[in-house]
């Protein structure tokens, strides 16, 4: 599987981006898709996940209410809509899909195939 994310780049605070992660060399309908990111210094960290259908969300309470995960299985793809950005946001974006069960996994182990990643970063 490989994966592509994009999106990325500088806003302000209180603004808002969307990041895509578009997937490739496999059933995409039959993926669990997870957001992760990693602020410099830090661990990389979950964000959100979304289901094989889309009809099951999970996110970090750091995000809860600002961030939304959606899917097009049509179009291969995995949206992350953040809104109200804030400069704890700073960090670079990967997503990540998991075989298998269909289980919003919320550890970076439990993935099994990685994007390259796309940096965010929100100035105050």
């Known amino acids: 599987v490989q994966l592509q994310a994009s999106g990325g780049g500088l806003v302000q605070a209180g603004g808002s981006l969307r990041l895509s992660c578009a997937a490739s060399g496999r059933t995409f309908s039959s993926l669990t898709v997870g957001w992760f990111r990693q602020a410099s210094g830090k661990e990389r960290e979950f964000v959100a996940a979304i289901s094989w259908s889309g009809g099951r969300t999970n996110y970090a309470d750091s995000v809860k209410g600002r961030f939304t995960i959606s899917r097009d299985n049509a179009k291969n793809t995995v949206y992350l809509q953040m809104n109200s950005l804030k400069p704890e946001d700073t960090a670079v974006y990967y997503c990540?899909?998991?075989?298998?069960?269909?289980?919003?996994?919320?550890?970076?182990?439990?993935?099994?195939?990685w994007g390259r990643g796309t940096l965010v970063t929100v100035s105050s």
């Open positions: 990540a899909v998991r075989m298998g069960r269909d289980v919003m996994y919320i550890t970076t182990l439990m993935y099994d195939y």
